[in-house]
């Protein structure tokens, strides 16, 4: 599912700024996309939009070439909010996840395969928890059946809104192990952080907003080496930092990675006197 974004506006009522302005981008079908920003850049603005809880003010939305309206495009999407587990409401598991099979009229012989499948993506066994209250679970297991209860729609396009927000470092593994998961599925994964590294290591895209403008956008390697990175109050990929810190002080390297993995095999060269170490 391609999405794209042309010159698109929208502000709140009573709003000293707009929102977004004149953003323009694209998301191919199976992308993994990291959205940054600071607070108030228009990161949430750009998720209401997606999953049709507002509407462009101008500009145009296509998927798949057709205005968004025509796709249903709010179907094919599901989003974790931040801290999802603060939006449990019903008596059993079971409810909670089908809830949203109910509201899109499926089936209710459907329910029980769907429910199941969703639990067992998140690692829940269904049998053990569909009848359990969720307010009396464990943090994590509340985290995990909210969202079952948006996979279960198994969306093509998953919006994350700060998935390692409040969560260990089991909980950040296991987020981001399922995202990188669906994505490989062929989701389109959207993911929305303050943390510079999940960005750099995960995407394959990123979009930087900057009051409600986008600043750029490219591959992590393309974006952390836009110095409008910094000036836009956002800090570095600790790997990328380290690599400009030895670039400054005239290591002889290429001074252009940005995640662990690209930044180790910089140094390595470095050390070793190998090729990629020329400038």
Known sequence: MQIVFTDVNYSYPKAAAPALKDISFGIDSGEFVAVIGTSGSGKSTLCRLLLGLCEQQSGDILVNGKPKAENRLFA?????????????????????????????????????????????EVGLDPERFCDRN????????????????????????LILDEPSAGVDLRGRAFITELAKR?????????????????????????LVLSSGELLCCGTPCEVFNDERIVEAGLDLPEAAHLIKVLKKHNAPIKGNAVTKEAALAEIKAWKTGGASANV
């Open 182 to 206: 669906k994505n490989a599925e062929g989701v389109t994964v959207i993911w929305v952080t303050h943390q510079m590294e999940e960005a750099a290591e995960l995407a394959d895209k990123v």
């Open 76 to 120: 094919n999407v599901g989003m974790v909010f931040q801290y999802p587990e603060q939006q449990l409401f019903a008596e059993t598991v079971f409810e909670e996840v089908s809830f949203a099979l109910k509201c899109h009229g499926i089936p209710e012989a459907k329910y029980k395969p769907a429910v199941h499948k969703a639990l067992r």
């Open 134 to 157: 969720p307010f009396m679970l464990s943090g994590g297991e509340k985290r995990r059946v909210a969202i079952a209860s948006v996979l279960v729609m198994e969306p093509q396009i």
